[in-house]
């Protein structure tokens, strides 16, 4: 990076945490700090709602996955809009009217403080090792493709977080999110821009959306029943819906967001703007992974992005085997630029025998690339002893390869923006789910509003310290967080399953919802270990396995009244 | 959508900008949803180049 590079990433850093000190002024008490005194606009809280989701590997991986795979995750997106709706009529006005701080907090309202707690208590396992993801997996990409230090990027991305949410609390982060957002939609337009600018000279974008479609890249819906596609339009409308619906409609990192809203309006009025503005954004950058795609056709990739994977294997007794596939991918690579610029000639004349001749030509060689790109990543995973994550490496490559003095700043600023925005969610959520859930309902029911304003920033502070501990040692860590990250995926459609019960099932009591619960999750447990269901489907069927347990409990133990539920603290 | 205009505050009530209510707000979603669907299909075939 230059000099130039890094003053815009320094007004970055220097702007964000100005802007949260001057927000921060206006906090007031427990309610202020967590819940911004109910007093934030639909726009600010819209794109606070969206950058919470947008994480750096959003940002990152799905253009990967685009290059790779074209644009068919879309798919488990578009329920998104619908899931808004859902929200809006249903969960929104139950949160919202019942005064509440926390989504757990009105399940003690509806039901008891036992399904509270357990409800509370697997957010907090799960989102507080999301947390240290959310820092680790940008700092190790950053580490590899600009050469910095993991640690030192992982703290100064923590350091600067922890210190605006500590000293602003929800108001300062969902102001610093609007802007951050807004710094991911122009990193979105500038990277689009420089691809189509690094193309050679002639090539246009009907040429682009030509050359993407030899490879079926810009393929968005897939009507195919097969169950062994992980995207299609029914596994993204199904398995997506519910995804969403839980994640947006449960999860205290976004139910918070939409809790600050001065009225119910204009939370309504967040959702719905995140209804039409998400597929959009989410079209344009994995457009940029096709658009990549098509800029590889012209400018020869390495075969492997991750040079800190290549260089462990050019150390090995496999360096060999990989030099030879460069070998290989040069010719091929050499033979398909030479097509593809023939085949945009042949096409400006309108020679279709020569169109047809070439478009074979070009698809048997992208199969060839493909497949030499398949027997690289195989290497680095024999040298490596596990699988190669490219996927998240490619575009960060192409950034640091190909983008201009400057905007290089801009865009590493917008990876930090979208890691920073996704954090400062979580510390909130898991800092409001700790004091509210547990310390002020079990431990010290009657202290003072300062108090809890103190527990809660004490609180902010180690959930802060937690995460920078998970990212560091995260390397080390591997197969337990995604262990984790596994069991988180088998609760979230249970946890939906619980809110579904509380507002759907005027019958349902306290033991329903528990057992329920239990039962959900350990459903999805026992068929992730004897089938080969695809992540999608857990939500389905935990929703599905609460509701009817949670049902015949309830109707078994007396209806709504039978269940315990013990008043509200 | 029998119950979306069941929930309604006093403030919550009325036009919603350039919409009559939250209904008309709520089908102009689902038709949105339909319609970006559409498109995706439309782009789907009109872009697929495959010789196979």
């Known amino acids: 990076m230059t000099g130039i590079d890094w003053s815009v990433f320094a007004v970055y850093f220097g702007g964000v945490l100005a802007f949260a000190w001057y927000q921060s002024r206006k906090n007031v008490g427990v309610e202020g700090y967590f819940l911004a005194n109910r007093r934030l606009p639909w726009a600010a809280v819209g794109l606070s709602v969206m950058a919470t ?4 590997i959003t940002f990152i991986g799905t253009t990967g ?18 899931v808004m709706v859902l929200l809006c009529v249903l969960f929104v006005p139950f949160f919202y009217r019942a005064k509440v701080y926390t989504a757990y907090e009105y399940l003690e309202n509806r039901f008891d403080a036992k399904t509270r707690s357990l409800t509370a208590f697997l957010f907090l396992v799960s989102r507080g090792l999301a947390a240290g993801l959310v820092l680790y997996a940008p700092a190790i990409v950053l580490s590899v493709i600009m050469g910095w230090d993991e640690t030192v990027t992982i703290l100064i991305m ?33 990277a689009l821009f420089i691809l189509f600018t690094t193309l050679p000279s002639g090539v246009g974008v009907g040429d682009v959306a030509y050359i993407g479609g030899i490879q079926e890249m810009w393929t968005s819906i897939d009507w195919s029943w097969d169950p062994s596609n992980r995207y299609t339009i029914w596994s993204g409308m199904i398995g997506g819906f519910f995804l969403a619906l839980a994640y947006f409609g449960t999860d205290q990192s976004q139910v918070q967001r939409y809790l600050t809203a001065s009225s119910l309006k204009q939370s309504r009025l967040s959702l719905i703007f995140n209804a039409f503005v998400k597929v959009p954004m989410q079209f344009f950058i994995l457009s940029i992974g096709v658009l990549l795609f098509v800029f590889y056709h012209f400018e020869q990739p390495p075969l492997v992005f991750n040079n800190a994977e290549v260089a462990v294997v050019m150390e090995s007794e496999r ?69 190669s994550n490219d996927v998240n490496y490619v575009f960060p490559s192409y950034i640091i390869e190909y983008i201009p003095v400057g905007v290089l700043g801009l865009l590493i600023a917008v990876i930090f923006a979208a890691a920073m925005s996704s954090l400062d969610s979580e510390l909130t959520a898991l800092s409001s789910a700790t004091v509210i859930d547990f310390y002020k309902r ?23 310290l937690l995460a920078c501990f998970v990212a560091l040692y995260a390397g080390q860590l591997g197969s337990l967080i995604e262990a984790v990250n596994q069991v988180g995926s088998y609760f979230y459609g249970s946890l939906l399953g619980v809110f579904l019960l ?68 | 959508m029998a119950e979306m205009d069941e929930h309604h505050d006093d403030e919550d009530s009325g036009p919603i900008g350039i919409f009559p209510s939250w209904r008309w707000v709520y089908w102009s979603v689902v038709i949105y949803t339909l319609v970006v669907i559409a498109v995706l299909w439309g782009f789907t075939v009109a872009f697929n180049h495959s010789v196979g």
């Open chain 1, 53 to 56: 989701q947008a994480s750096a």
């Open chain 1, 65 to 82: 996955q685009a290059f790779d795979e074209g644009m068919e995750f879309i798919q488990i997106y578009l329920p998104q809009p619908l």
């Open chain 1, 158 to 190: 923590a350091a600067v977080t922890i210190a605006y949410t500590l000293m602003g609390g929800i108001t300062a982060v969902i102001w610093t999110d609007v802007v951050q957002m807004l710094m991911m939609f122009v990193g979105i337009g500038v």
């Open chain 1, 319 to 387: 360096a060999g085997d990989y030099r030879a596939l460069e070998v290989e991918q040069t010719q091929i690579h050499g033979e398909r630029r030479a097509a593809t610029l023939d085949l945009l000639d042949a096409r400006e004349v309108g020679d279709q025998g020569r169109i047809a001749e070439l478009q074979r030509a070009i698809a048997g060689q992208d199969e060839a690339l493909v497949e030499l790109r398949q027997d690289a990543k195989a290497i680095v995973a024999d040298v490596r002893g596990a699988a």
């Open chain 1, 442 to 464: 079990w431990f010290n029911a009657g202290a003072t509003d300062d108090h809890y304003l103190m527990v809660s920033k004490i609180s902010t502070f180690v959930w802060g």
């Open chain 1, 502 to 569: 509380a507002f759907l099932v005027k019958s349902a009591n306290g033991n329903g919802a528990f057992l329920g619960l239990v039962a959900g999750m350990s459903s999805v447990f026992a068929l992730s270990l004897v089938t080969e269901i695809a992540y999608l489907w857990f939500n389905v069927i935990g929703t599905v396995v609460v509701l009817a347990v949670g049902i015949a409990v309830s109707a078994v133990t007396g209806g709504r009244d039978g269940g315990g539920g013990a008043a509200p603290a």
